[in-house]
């Protein structure tokens, strides 16, 4: 098992551009999260998905920011315009009823 | 106020140095709890489930204290493998939310 696999690892763009974070769960888990991490925040949830419907994006910092899950092993998280204050580590995690969290590597945006 | 709690640290222990983590939740509807573990520049991993009578896994000990709504981690015996940081994680179950509310973590360095 290839475990939750997320695109790009680094990611440095200029602040007005769109970003798209990309990310494939495990095969067979039918949720998954995106998370942002900065060192003043610590982990945050960002919106999560089941059976690829959004269920609670509550955390999801404004308009700037939108998800998709179109299919079971595809989903993306968007950023458009990026700001600076967007720079963290985003991270990925996917589950099922059966089985906790397991988390991508993560993607290190910053955004200057 | 944070719904999940964590002293800081950093715990700069021994080897071979009991330590103790602490943890405070907000949230009386919390039913699930955790403690994952995060190495520098890597994504969190489970660590631990805690449950209600205390459990052991190895040199780690998990406690609840529903009633103080308190969790805390022991590690026994420290190893430099064991510098990390600690996650205390929490998840709620009044609203069927089933994504996991992480603390900000406590550092811990094991020095030789």
């Known amino acids: 098992d290839a475990g939750v696999i997320q695109s790009p690892r680094h990611e440095v763009t200029e602040m007005g551009q769109e970003v798209t974070l990309r990310c494939k769960p495990i095969?067979?888990?039918?949720?998954l999260f995106w998370y942002r991490q900065t060192m003043m925040r610590g982990l945050e949830l960002l919106i999560y998905?089941?059976?690829?419907?959004?269920?609670?994006d509550s955390g999801m910092p404004e308009d700037r920011f939108s998800a998709k899950m179109p299919n079971a092993s595809f989903s993306t998280l968007k950023i458009q315009p990026s700001e600076p204050r967007d720079s963290a580590v985003y991270f990925c995690a996917s589950s099922s009823a059966t089985f906790g969290y397991t988390f991508g590597s993560g993607t290190r945006l910053t955004v200057v | 106020r944070k719904e999940v709690e964590q002293d800081p640290g950093p715990f700069n222990v021994p080897e071979g140095a009991t330590v103790a983590f602490n943890c405070t939740y907000s949230?009386?509807?919390?039913?699930?709890f955790f403690w994952y573990r995060q190495d520098c520049r890597k994504e969190p991993k489970l660590l631990m489930s805690?449950?209600?009578s205390g459990n052991e896994d190895g040199r780690f000990t998990a406690q609840l204290n529903r009633a103080s709504q308190y969790i805390s981690l022991l590690i026994r015996d420290s190893k430099l493998s064991d510098s990390a940081t600690y996650l205390c994680?929490?998840?709620?179950?009044?609203?069927?939310?089933?994504?996991?509310?992480f603390g900000s973590g406590t550092r811990l360095q094991v020095q030789p």
């Open positions: 994680v929490v998840r709620r179950m009044d609203t069927g939310r089933r994504a996991l509310t």
């Open positions: 998905f089941n059976n690829n419907v959004p269920i609670d």
């Open positions: 805690v449950y209600s």
């Open positions: 949230n009386s509807a919390s039913q699930s």
């Open positions: 095969s067979g888990h039918d949720y």
